[in-house]
């Protein structure tokens, strides 16, 4: 009866041990939204930054963030009536997007007598038509810049192949790409390395080299693809946080390959203060990036920092363990959060000591009530018996892997194949997304997944080898014959030969899994399973089982004769 209360007990200690660890907002491969929420918290806040836009009469950027981030109502009518009140003063706005001495006094010419639209238009758009461009090159061949000036020797080089020069007919884009850069260098725009990047690649270019004017044209068209989405103001604010080359190309690959998201993207661009990183995330996890981009955002520009640094989707919880996750997350203590947003290996760490506990108590739990089912006591195997506590600590290990597992099942899956299946960003003169992939960089994303289904497999083995010799242990203790004894252990062969049918079953099954796409790990993790049990098998059979048997044998045959104690006294398994 006690056993049956301490198995009951156990068992209970074991659930709570496991709520503890789902309250832990610590996952393997994802991002808890509690923690994003709780680091965005602790900065500014997305209406924040969009009054701080419009404080600075930035209205183009303000309103692109209020249609990625759509904040409270309040906000969206403080902005139009911002708007408004900027376009009484300022019709140029509606072009600029915002104040900019420079562009404005471009605008005072060419755009003395037009009715301006909403804000928002790209500023390619005004740059296409032939009498903007001439007042514009007239302007800036009035500069000091040197870069400003490689740049215009090159609006008629020789050598494009998708792009026609500024004097053909239908040079009025590459033209207006050129333009809209030497405005950018001229106004300060562009950060020192980054106007001397592109005025070094410009001169290069005008002495005829190839490989510069293919990246003249790169570049060329790539800013085409930022200057048609964006008003000027808003294309200055990216600007300045583009460090280099491929920073600038990375922003249109993204305008590019996803022209509907413009605004999420500006919006996340302008948060995390550098492309690459925005650019890195969406091509790490295609199919989730922009919702997890949206989400993180409506956080705080904090918390896609956060994001972003940490690398990894947002955690949704879903399958058979979904609802008592998102059920336990309503009574999450605030220090749990806060210790996983401070450091997630800490975090990861509490979630999984907690899982081993509650696997612990679990194993203790099966241990009492196999305990139970023994009339006499005595031929129970102690709790301090080496294969005991290694049986219990294995099995803890597993619990604790297998409810992991139901709480996170992407764990078991790889991201190559979700970048496989997601829409490709793709930009001329640059890499694609097949060559950001490197080969080594998938191995490590498949080897993770096949470690964790080795260490499975190989836990459960010796999970199995501790119960064979917890059962030798307890034919050993019984107060029996030699002839006896050997009788049990022929009638437990199939108990010895269950680590091997355990990795035959397991090769069965992972094959079946990756087969329908449940696990994505790689052959050898499934027939490691079957290694595994032969090993572990060989291993029993070999150096405990035949040695206790030969022993036997031995005994039975001396008879009544009298044998020295080494004989008579069990073996010590």
């Known amino acids: 009866m006690i056993s049956v209360f301490k198995t009951i007990a156990l068992l209970i200690l074991a659930l709570l041990l496991t709520a503890c660890a789902l309250l832990v907002p610590a996952h393997l491969r994802t991002l808890d939204p509690d923690v994003l929420s709780y680091v965005g918290s602790g900065g500014l806040s997305p209406e924040q930054s969009i009054q701080a836009e419009l404080d600075a009469a930035y209205i183009g950027p303000a309103k692109r963030m209020a249609e990625a981030l759509d904040p409270q109502s309040s906000l969206l009518q403080a902005l139009e009536v911002r708007e408004l009140e900027l376009l009484d003063l300022n019709p140029g706005y509606a072009i600029s997007g915002g104040p900019d001495s420079d562009f404005e006094a471009f605008l005072h010419w060419v755009q003395r007598d037009r009715a301006y639209s909403s804000p928002g238009n790209g500023v390619l758009s005004l740059l296409l038509a032939r009498n903007e461009r001439s007042v514009l090159l007239e302007r800036l061949q009035n500069s000091k810049n040197a870069n400003v000036t490689a740049l215009l020797e090159v609006r008629d080089m020789p050598g494009l192949l998708q792009l026609h020069p500024a004097s053909?007919?239908?040079?009025?884009?590459?033209?207006?790409?050129?333009?809209?850069?030497?405005?950018?260098?001229?106004?300060?725009?562009?950060?020192?390395?980054?106007?001397?990047?592109?005025?070094?690649?410009?001169?290069?270019?005008?002495?005829?080299?190839?490989?510069?004017?293919?990246?003249?044209?790169?570049?060329?068209?790539?800013?085409?693809?930022?200057?048609?989405?964006?008003?000027?103001?808003?294309?200055?604010?990216?600007?300045?946080?583009?460090?280099?080359?491929?920073?600038?190309?990375?922003?249109?690959?993204?305008?590019?390959?996803?022209?509907?998201?413009?605004?999420?993207?500006?919006?996340?661009?302008?948060?995390?203060?550098?492309?690459?990183?925005?650019?890195?995330?969406?091509?790490?996890?295609?199919?989730?990036?922009?919702?997890?981009?949206?989400?993180?955002?409506?956080?705080?520009?904090?918390?896609?920092?956060?994001?972003?640094?940490?690398?990894?989707?947002?955690?949704?919880?879903?399958?058979?363990?979904?609802?008592?996750?998102?059920?336990?997350?309503?009574?999450?203590?605030?220090?749990?959060?806060?210790?996983?947003?401070?450091?997630?290996?800490?975090?990861?760490?509490?979630?999984?000591?907690?899982?081993?506990?509650?696997?612990?108590?679990?194993?203790?739990?099966?241990?009492?009530?196999?305990?139970?089912?023994?009339?006499?006591?005595?031929?129970?195997?102690?709790?301090?018996?080496?294969?005991?506590?290694?049986?219990?600590?294995?099995?803890?290990?597993?619990?604790?892997?297998?409810?992991?597992?139901?709480?996170?099942?992407?764990?078991?899956?790889?991201?190559?194949?979700?970048?496989?299946q997601s829409p490709r960003i793709e930009f001329a003169g640059t890499f694609t997304l097949d060559s950001i992939q490197s080969p080594v960089r998938i191995m490590q994303e498949l080897n993770q997944v096949t470690l964790l289904v080795l260490a499975l497999f190989f836990i459960l083995q010796l999970v199995i080898y501790c119960f064979c010799l917890i059962k030798l242990r307890e034919i050993a203790k019984k107060k029996l014959n030699p002839e006896i004894k050997l009788k049990l252990l022929e009638n437990e062969e199939n108990l010895f030969d269950f680590g091997l049918y355990v990795g035959l079953g397991g090769t069965v099954l992972s094959l079946i899994l990756v087969a329908v796409g449940i696990v994505q790990a790689s052959l050898m993790a499934a027939y490691a399973s079957t290694l595994f049990g032969i090993l572990f098998t060989a291993m029993l059979k070999v150096m405990n089982l035949r040695p206790y048997r030969r022993k036997l044998i031995m005994e039975s045959g001396l008879g009544t004769s009298p044998a020295p104690a080494a004989l008579m006294k069990d073996i010590e398994l």
């Open 168 to 420: 053909h007919a239908a040079g009025a884009p590459y033209d207006a790409a050129i333009l809209t850069l030497a405005q950018l260098i001229d106004s300060g725009h562009f950060q020192t390395r980054m106007a001397g990047s592109i005025g070094q690649l410009a001169r290069s270019a005008a002495d005829g080299n190839p490989a510069a004017v293919r990246s003249v044209e790169a570049l060329a068209i790539a800013t085409l693809s930022v200057a048609r989405q964006l008003d000027y103001r808003s294309l200055v604010s990216l600007a300045e946080i583009s460090d280099n080359l491929d920073d600038w190309n990375q922003i249109a690959g993204l305008f590019r390959t996803y022209p509907e998201q413009v605004p999420l993207l500006y919006t996340a661009l302008r948060f995390a203060g550098t492309p690459g990183t925005v650019f890195d995330y969406i091509v790490n996890h295609p199919s989730t990036a922009l919702n997890d981009l949206q989400f993180s955002m409506r956080e705080g520009p904090d918390a896609l920092q956060y994001l972003l640094e940490q690398d990894h989707p947002v955690f949704k919880p879903r399958g058979t363990a979904g609802p008592a996750v998102q059920f336990l997350s309503r009574y999450r203590p605030e220090w749990f959060t806060a210790l996983t947003a401070a450091d997630a290996s800490t975090g990861l760490l509490l979630k999984f000591g907690f899982m081993l506990c509650a696997g612990f108590a679990f194993s203790l739990s099966m241990g009492a009530a196999w305990r139970a089912s023994f009339k006499r006591k005595e031929e129970a195997v102690s709790y301090g018996n080496p294969a005991v506590i290694l049986r219990d600590a294995f099995l803890g290990v597993i619990f604790a892997l297998v409810v992991w597992t139901f709480v996170e099942p992407d764990v078991l899956k790889s991201k190559v194949d979700e970048s496989e």
